[in-house]
Every structure is written in structure tokens, then in C-alpha cells.
């Protein structure tokens, strides 16, 4: 009897001995009808390896699909200026297009490698595999639905496997077809809807993301208007400093079925519905325009995103503001580059990553160093925070990927189960979830099944760990250098393989193994808990703890030892007063 290779949600009959899933999200939001899918046992579903072995190959791949987007951007450009009669320039659409077409490439590329594997593991066996039709018309309304239910979402998912593997599917496979259901399911995510009328709070973050300052998180709204003063006060005469996309690009990307038409289709509607500029800038005056500033909102919000588009294309000089830790630890960091490329990169780590060109400038972000050393232990409590649990890549970073995701999770529940066991149920265990995705595995579902005796904390995890005894992290991100700088007790524990960092943050990362903070294996780090559970206190004030803290605060997070929080603030905002004067 031939098994079944499924792309989609696996059916209910699906067993590990008649179906092949072909990643973890086949079963995603549906594991509770597959108990032990994920576990050893006669219930497991052996799932293919993940496509990208290392750090090296992924950004290989990541700068070879930044081609094809560069490529597109060309074709696309055009097409969109004959359909709006404009006239409008490269940079202009760089912008307009750019964070977009990149998503939709990445994700092609990511499951092009996938479907090239999985034909490489079975390609000479003879399998039925489910596919949905191609004659199933899509659109998204926005860039955010597209994330939401494109990359994210399982059903389109299927329909973009079924495309590759309709253009390469090996002789010995029988293609199957899913008209009924599958047109119903993916007709209702994809369909276009009209926008609500804005409230009054929605029209009012619009308002503050066209400051010249625009509000950006960590910084308040006063600073946010003070430096828009700034910025407005900025006449340097000095060119334009941006940055060629190209600069992020290899060769393009390869395809092996007709991709173009399809990341055109996935573009989203309100592109090719919104009122254009008319404005193209000055013949023969090569002034530099007025300063302004971007947010990370220009990723999904289109209106914000053709703003800046227009400021481009009256130019303007563009400045961002780092706004995550990975910008300078990951080797591969996705769609970054539109931050990287513009006249300014205020970074609050290092001002290089690998061989990526930035105009970096690096001065203290207000996020962590309003937290500075603010920690007070208020409850004996430990809090294990989590990260998203997305079963689908939606860009080619350096990141956990699909498969490592089971490891990742089960590694969390080893944690959870030795520190209830040796603590006691009188000890106060907390876990953090992430926010849910669509597509994802259960997260805090997952842990309430398997370690009932811990519980779910939600909110901001920012002002817990604060007063926690204990922060215990199974990822890299943002929240280990908040703890740092907070000076609250903290230990972490993840496979380095799981994480791509480069050259320098590699370094770092073992200095933080090598005092004891960092564990490769959740069974170390639940032993170092309980090591130091009744005087947490005492050894992170460890004379080395805190040299190695300080250090990496120093170099990643520009604080150093720094008077009372309230100066700090109008220290900083006057910092930042003066470079953006002189940007």
C-alpha cells in the first residue's frame, strides 16, 4: 500500500505506517488528535530534516534570494508605474515594494529547498501526495494579512507545495488531487475585505509615526516629540549616505517552477488600488532633503510604508533605530537591510555585523536603559519565558527552524519537570509563553499538558522579571539583554546549532557559557537552579558574574556604569539630540 505525503493539516486517519508528514506544521492546531506524534513510540511521525544544516548555507541561500527580490523590484517597478501612469524611481519603490517582494522570496526559497529535499529522501519510492488545485484564485487585502494568512497560514502553505511540486515531482509519485475542501478553506483566508473606518487611537499612532522622530517603543512620547526637534533642526549639507540594496545580494536565486507570477500574486492589493505621489525629485539638484526617521512599522504597514516611499522620492534622507538584539549576533537577519541601507543606523550594540555595510551609529537605547539595574526581588519566584513556536520560516534567518522547534519544545518541558521535581510544588515555577502565531505549535497548551504543576504567567514580561528571583531563558533574544541590564538573576539554556551567530557574538555567547549563565542542555541548566535557588542573590553578584554582565552590556547594549535611571533619561535623550543634529 503506498503511503501519503502530506503538505497540508494531516487528515485524522493519518497514522506514522500510511502518512508522511512533510513538516511539523501538518500538525499544528490540531495536536491534540495526534497524541505522541512528536515523542518516541509507535505514534511518532519521523519528520524530514530541516533544509539550511548551518548558518553558512542559510545565508548563502538568504543573499541569493535578496538577488531575486532585487531582480523583481526591477520587473515589478515597471509594472506598477505603467499601471499607476508614474514615473517614479528605483528608490522610490525600493522602499514601496521592497519589504514585501522579500517575505514572499524568502518563503519561495525556504520551501523550494524543502520540496528538493524531500524529493532527495523520497523521490525513488512510490508515495501519493496530496495537493491542492492551481485554478484556486488568491489575494491579500495588505502586507499584514499576507503574513498572517500567506506565509504563516497551513492551507497556503499547501498550495505553494503544490506548485513546486507540480513542475518537479519524481516519476514514481502519484499526485492527488483535494478540490472540495481545500478551495472552501483557502477562499475564506485569502478573501478581500474592506477596511474598518480607524478609531480615534488608531489615526492618533498614525499621527506619531510621521514625526520626523516617530514614536518608536522605548522611548516616550516626550522624547519622541523633543527629538523631532532635533531632526527638524538638522540642516548639514553632506550627501545623502544611503546604501545600494545590491550590496545584500548574490546571484539570484534559481527557480525551479515559474515563481515570478506567483510572489506578483501574494503582493497585496491596496499596492495596486493606493493614490501615488506625483513627486519626483528636483532635475540636477542633488541637495540633500530633510532628515527623517522610520520605524520597524514600514515591514507590514503599506500606508507607513509608501510615506516613506514618498520622503524617498522627495529626497529625504531616512534614519532607523535598531529595535531587536539579533541586528548584530545573528549571521543571516532577513529583511534587515532596508534598516541597514538608509543614511543612518542608530545601533545600541556593535556598528559592524559580518561583512553586511551599515551607516551604523551606535548610542544607548532608552529600552534597556530604563530598566538599569532595576530589579528587586518582590516573590521567590522563577520564570522560564519562552519564544514563538512558528512551524513555518518567514525569512531565511538565523533562527530555530521547523523540526529543531520539537527538540526546543521538549527541551523546555526537561527544564520545567527537573525544576518542579527538585524545588518542590511549594516553590512559585512560572512559564512565559510567547504570543500565539497562526501555523504554530502549542506553546503554553503544550506545557499545562505535560507539566500541569507549573503555571502560565502572560503580560509584560519586562516588568516581571523585575521582581522574579529567578529568569530562566530557552532562547537568544531581546529579553536576555533587558535582564542583563535590569541586573536580574539570570540563566539560559539553547543549542548553539539552533542559532546562527556570527563570528564576534559566537565569542560572547561562550564567555557567558563559561561563568556559568549559559547551558547547552536544559538537564544543566535545571542543575545549576537548583544549585543556587536559595541564594540567587549571592551568586550573580559574583565578583566574575558581574564582570562578564558588564561587559556584554557594555559592548551589546551601550550601558556602562551609569548614575541614577531619571538623569539617565534626559542624559540620553540629550545624547541623542545631538547626533541626530549632526546625522
Known sequence: MKRTLIFGHMPRMGRPDTHIAAGAWCFAGQEDLFPGWDEPGERAFPLPPDPFPNAQIMEATARAANGEVLRLLDVFSKQYNALHKKNLSTRFWNMALGPVLLPAVHMLAERQKRVLDLIELYGNKELRVALLPGDMPFSFASSQEFMLHGVRN?????YIYSRIIEAIAPPF?????QPGLALHRVGAITRQTRPAAKSMMERLRARLLRLPFPHTEGFRAWQAFALSL????????NADNSLDFSLYCDEPLAWIFPAQQLVFSCLPQNLRQAALPAITAPAGDDRPGPLRGMTPNYSQNDEYRLHLADLLERGCR???VQHEADYDHLRSIGGLPFEYQQHAFFTWGRERHEDAPTNARSLPHPLPVSIANAHKERMPSLILAGTEMNAFSCRLESRTQSKAMLAYRAAKLTYLRAACEALGQQTRIFYHPSCKTSGGLDDAEYILRHAPHTAICTGDLTAQLLGCRLLVLDHYGTTLHMALAANTPTIAFWKNSDWGFDSESAWAVDILREVGILFETPQEAAARTV???PNAQGWW????????RKLWLERYARIGNTPERAWNTFTLTWR????????
Not at 541623542?576 to 546625522?583: G, I, P
Open 576 to 583: 541623542w539630540w545631538n547626533a541626530l543634529r549632526k546625522c
Open 318 to 320: 531616512l534614519f532607523a
Open 154 to 158: 497551513v492551507l497556503f502553505n499547501h
Open 173 to 177: 509519485w502519484q499526485l492527488i488531487y
Open 541 to 548: 553578584r559574583d565578583n566574575v558574574v558581574q564582570a562578564v
Open 230 to 237: 532635533a531632526v527638524l533642526c538638522n540642516s548639514r549639507k
Open 531 to 533: 544549585d543556587i535557588w
